[in-house]
């Protein structure tokens, strides 16, 4: 085992769009797999499909079908995520075109499960700051109104 591979998520606060299938869809069940609460969003029945999928298997999970193609969405988003579990840590979505590249390289098709770890990690580090941040300071001010 690596650093990578023994990576948990556990108490984390997991927010996967494009989750209803591909790529989105490993990611969330990943997710869970490794302990995090996850906000499976998709539009329509694809996202209730992998809720259930991960319920079943025993994960902590909420579906979200609101459209990610609107700033308005990605608030309704983040807004599931905080009042399901009070907050948000992660953010991972489901790129697919750049999926089926990577597929195509022998290494990384034999070390899938570490490259989306590592995919992961690098989206959560560049867009789930920002977006988590203003949300929360935006519930903050509405708690001190």
Do not use: C
Request: proline letters at 3%; charged letters at 20%.
């Amino acid at each position: 085992m690596s650093p990578v591979t023994d990576l948990r998520f556990d108490g984390k606060v997991a927010i996967v769009t494009g989750a209803g299938r591909g790529l989105g869809r490993h990611y969330a069940m990943l997710l869970a797999e490794r302990g995090a609460r996850v906000v499976v969003n998709d539009i329509g029945s694809p996202a209730e499909t992998v809720t259930r999928e991960i319920r079943d298997l025993g994960g902590d999970v909420v579906a979200d079908t609101t459209s990610v193609a609107t700033p308005e969405g990605g608030e309704a988003i983040v807004r599931t995520a905080l009042d399901a579990y009070g907050r948000a840590v992660l953010w991972a979505t489901g790129v697919t075109l750049l999926g089926g590249l990577l597929g195509q390289i022998p290494w990384v098709a034999a070390n899938i499960d570490t490259m989306l770890l590592l995919i992961l990690f690098a989206i959560a580090l560049v867009s789930i700051v920002p977006l988590v941040g203003e949300a929360v300071r935006k519930r903050r001010k509405k708690k001190l109104a």
